[in-house]
């Protein structure tokens, strides 16, 4: 089997391709040309997957990757995936991550239509939620630039798999995360805030709503749910989430006792992240996913944010 990964540079793509290893595929990635190389994450299986260049800006590019790899499966990973960065630039958010997919699509429909697809929608699209906890039935609200190119993307390929029969779903997947998680999403720039407190590389963290509340996972059980959707006889959509939410001030309370510190010494508010418009709360419904796939949560909240919190600890500390 033969699996093609947009986004392989990033933390799903980096976990979605050692799944894909340990079960034998042929793993093809996506990069996007840099004037310096940016693999850190894929850098430990570097030699046991072929790298691709293509951008979700040319479609031609994509289309001469899947025509070279003709895989049996692909993952469409690849997105601006920061939430205020959508805000400053909302026409390329709505370029990589709206119209992007519908470049995708059209190189697989005109290249390998037999190939089933995934696309990674997000709970973003539920934004300003209209019902608690959110379901596939739950009707969108997107409340950034980056949630609205995200629903875009996801009725594409339901548009796609309706009107061409393609083998395409969409995972609605909450928040999760990992070490491996960007340095600017709230979770990581705390437990990297917290590694160098505690290593007294740092005095603070400056966050923004430490209210909103967020259902988060830990990414390597969210690539399995991905590969299990693709694996479904019938292109289905679902939604992937532990089913609890937390505070962004739970977190930071956990991560900070995980050292042995107490969050309000060092947690300092600042407008600066507060975003023109928030997603106060996500909660998802994973009871479908479960059900029919066979999916469940493996990592609690507190055990991965114990993993982050390690995981950062040990990189300042060489
Ligand atoms: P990420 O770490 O930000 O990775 C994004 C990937 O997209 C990177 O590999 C990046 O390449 C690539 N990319 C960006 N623009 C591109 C372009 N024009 N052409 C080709 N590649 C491009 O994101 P992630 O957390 O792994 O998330 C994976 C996907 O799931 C994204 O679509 C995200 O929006 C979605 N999602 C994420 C979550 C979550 O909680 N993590 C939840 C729901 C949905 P570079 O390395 O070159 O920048
Ligand atoms: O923010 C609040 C912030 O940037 C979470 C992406 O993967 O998940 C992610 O989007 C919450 C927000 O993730 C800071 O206001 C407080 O309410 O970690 P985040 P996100 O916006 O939920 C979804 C599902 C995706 O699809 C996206 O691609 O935390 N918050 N203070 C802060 N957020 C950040 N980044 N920085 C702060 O200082």
Redesign the pocket.
Known sequence: MKAFVTGITGQDGSYLAELLLSKGYKVYGVVRRSSSENYDRIAHIRDRIQLLQADLLDQVSLSQALAYSMPDEIYNLAAQ????TSWAQPVLTAEFTGTGVTRMLEAVRTTCPKAKFYQAS???MFGKVQETPQNELTRFYPRSP?GVA?TYGHYITVNYRESYGLHAVSGI???HESPRRGL????R?ITNGVARIKLGLDREI?????D?K?DWGFAGDYVKAMWLMVQNQKPTDYVVATGVAHS?RDFAKIAFATVGLNWENFVVSDQA?M?PA??ELLLGNPGRAEKELGWKQETSFEKMIELMVQADLKRHSV
Not at 184 to 187: A, D, S
């Open positions: 995936s920061f939430v205020p997000s709970s973003e980056y995200k997947l909450f928040n600017e999403f709230v979770t720039k400056r966050l923004g709503n430490l909103a967020r962004v992240f975003r928030e997603v």
